[in-house]
């Protein structure tokens, strides 16, 4: 968390169950980008687990396209 600059916007799409990013490491997460100013979302996709966006084992079609949709929202439109 120490390259967060609060001149730069940042989006977060979470898995609901993921070892590597637990609620603790979230609740950590938000509270840096609040201490440095930045305009920021993050958002936990419920029922989703870690690799969620990535069609194999974990892929959670719903929480995908749902990620997809904000992320195009959050970049302005600017989508694929």
């Keep these: 968390h120490r390259k967060l600059r609060g001149d730069k916007r940042y989006y977060f799409g ?6 590597f990013m637990t609620h ?5 997460l938000k509270a840096a980008l609040k ?3 930045a305009k920021s979302e ?3 996709y419920k029922g989703a687990y ?3 966006a ?3 084992g ?3 079609p719903e929480a995908a396209q749902l990620h997809f949709e904000r992320l195009v929202a959050f970049l302005g ?4």
């Design 35 to 37: 201490e440095v100013g």
């Design 14 to 19: 979470c898995a609901e169950t993921d070892a």
């Design 42 to 44: 993050v958002e936990v």
């Design 50 to 52: 870690h690799g969620f």
């Design 54 to 56: 990535v069609e194999d």
């Design 24 to 28: 603790e490491n979230i609740d950590a």
């Design 58 to 60: 974990s892929y959670h």
């Design 77 to 80: 439109g600017r989508g694929a």
